[in-house]
């Protein structure tokens, strides 16, 4: 039974573009939640999708949006990438039944230059 | 709003100490507590969690208990391996009216553990 996955595993982007990380839950889970962790720092929690619509949002701008697909797979998109976007961003999966129970997924690790 | 504090690292122990790292946390309601671990390079994987007052979660020689009189969950070991050196976070989940909880993830700062042979 595969775990979360994550692609790509890196990526390097110039300010001002525009970057699409995806993530692929576990097996069984239709709840996708993404959060950014700067480094040496906790992750913080950037936003939820569930029956794909965003459902719950940390204190992140607009430029941070997302997609939940019917197989229940995410994206996370950050528009006009800023220098402070620099970090690795985790992608966690769930259940509805047990939402408490978190898996997360190794990272993308995004570079902004 | 919620949030969690873990004590400054980073820690540095022989292999066989007992380790303690402390997380104290500020929630409305009764919020699920969690430790997790992260490996270099990797992601973070649930250590153990307790979901209600005086629980004690456990998992591979880690303990921590859900006080909700002080509002602490510390880690606590009672010999730590060179294989324990990673980084653990401290975390708790929202709770809603109701009881209900999305599962949104408050994290620590995180705390370093580096254990030598």
């Known amino acids: 039974d595969a775990g979360v996955t994550q692609s790509p595993t890196h990526l390097i982007k110039t300010r001002g573009q525009q970057v699409t990380l995806r993530c692929s839950p576990k097996?069984?889970?239709?709840?996708v939640s993404w959060y950014q962790q700067a480094l040496g720092q906790g992750p913080q929690f950037i936003f939820q999708y569930y029956e794909e619509e965003e459902r719950q949002r940390g204190n992140f701008p607009d430029r941070f949006s997302g997609h939940q697909f019917p197989n229940y797979s995410s994206e996370l998109n950050v528009n006009a990438l800023l220098l402070g976007d620099s970090a690795l961003y985790l992608c966690?999966?769930?259940?509805?039944?047990?939402?408490?129970?978190?898996?997360f997924g190794p990272g993308t690790r995004l570079t902004v230059t | 709003g919620n949030s969690v504090t873990q004590m400054e690292g980073p820690v540095t122990l022989s292999e066989e100490a007992f380790l303690t790292i402390n997380c104290t946390y500020t929630a409305t309601g009764y919020p699920s507590l969690f430790w997790y671990v992260q490996y270099p390079g990797e992601g973070l994987q649930l250590l153990l969690k307790a979901t209600k007052a005086d629980d004690k979660g456990s998992n591979k020689g880690f303990e921590a208990t859900y006080r909700k009189e002080t509002t602490s969950f510390h880690l606590e070991k009672g010999s730590v391996q060179v294989s324990d050196s990673a980084v653990y976070f401290c975390a708790l989940s929202d709770m809603h009216a109701g009881g209900t909880s999305y599962g949104k993830l408050t994290f620590g700062q995180g705390t370093i553990l580096t254990v030598h042979p």
């Open positions: 966690a999966s769930s259940s509805r039944l047990v939402p408490h129970e978190q898996y």
């Open positions: 097996s069984g889970h239709d709840t």
